[in-house]
C-alpha cells in the first residue's frame, strides 16, 4: 500500500510537527506528546483532557481550542497514550478548577486515564472522568469490556468544552459529559478495510462485495457480514439499530462520520437516507453535522451519532467553538 509517510516509527512525530507548523494557536509538545492551547491554563476554567490512539483524526488533537479541549494527547496509532502524557497535559492545564479526562471506552485508554488521575490528584490537581460508551454495534469487542466509545466522543468534548468555557465547576462540567454520552449512540459501517502503517497492508479481510454491519473504529468485528447493501439500506439498518436502544422522545442531534475514505459527496447522500428514515421514524433533527470526524486511517465506511438533547444542551451545541477541525460562531 502507497502512504503519504517516512517511516511507520515517525508517523505520529511527523503529524505533529506538521501540526504545529500549521497551528501556532496550539502548543505542541512533539517529544512528551501533548497538545495543549497556547493560553492555557485559562483561570478560573475546567481543564478538559483527551486522547487516544492515533489514527482517528481529527479526534482529538483537531478538537484542541477555544469551545472544546484544553489539550490531546495522542498515542501511538491505535494504542493508547500512556499516563505519564495525560498528566503533563493535565498540570499544563490546570487553573485550580480542576480537569476533565474524557476517555473513550478501550481497556488500554480506560486503565492508563485511570492511573494518570491518581498520579495527577498526588500533584495537587483535582480529576474527573467520563468514559464514553456509545457504540450499539457490539457489547464487548477486541479492545474493550462493555460498549466501544466512538462518534459520541465528540458531542461530549464540545458540549462539555463549551459549559467549561463558561466557567462551570468541575462537577457541573463532568455531569452534563456524562449526561451527553447517556443520551448518544453510534453505529459504524465498514466497506472496506483499514490499513496501519506498521503493517502496510489491510488489516483484516473484507471481500470487494461484501461489507460489516457494526464495525469498530479499529477495525474490530461488528455484528455481521453481508452482500454489499444501498446507501439507504445502510442508514435503514444503522439508524435504527441506533434508535432501538437509544429511543429518542425529542429531538436529536446527528453525526454523519466518515471513517477515512469515504468523499464526502457519499457521505451527503448517505446522510439524506439517514434524514429520511428519521424522518419516517418521527424523530426530528435539530442539528446535523457531516464530515470526516472520527475516522480509522484509511477505512471506507462511515458511522452514524444520535444524541437527544434539551434546549440546554443545544445551547451548548451552538455555542461558539474555534478549533482546527471544528469551528463555528467566532
Known sequence: M???????????ADALRGIAAAHPELTVDVESR???RRDAPVAGKVGLVSGGGSGHEPLHAGFVGPGMLSAACPGEVFTSPVP?????AAAAVDSGAGVLFVVKNYTG???NFEMAAELAEDEGIQVARVVVDDDVAVSDSTFTAGRRGTGATLFVEKIAGALADEGAP?????AVARQVNGASRSFGVALGAVTTPAKGSPTFDLPSG???LGIGIHGEPGRERRPMMTSGEIADFAVNAVLEDLRPTGPVLALVNG????PLLELYGFNAEVHRVLSERGV??????????VTSLDMAGCSVTLCQVDEELLRLWDAPVRTAALRWGC
Not at 502507497?2 to 505520529?12: C, G, H, Q, R
Not at 505519564?84 to 503533563?88: H, N, P
Not at 468541575?170 to 463532568?174: M, N, Q, S
Open 34 to 36: 501533548v497538545v495543549a
Open 84 to 88: 505519564d502524557q495525560m498528566v503533563r
Open 284 to 293: 426530528p433533527v435539530a442539528r446535523t453535522l457531516v464530515g470526516n470526524y
Open 259 to 262: 471513517m477515512g475514505a469515504t
Open 2 to 12: 502507497k502512504m503519504l509517510i517516512n517511516v511507520p516509527e515517525t508517523v505520529v
Open 170 to 174: 468541575l462537577e457541573r462540567v463532568a
Open 109 to 111: 485508554d480506560v486503565l
Open 210 to 212: 461484501e461489507l460489516e
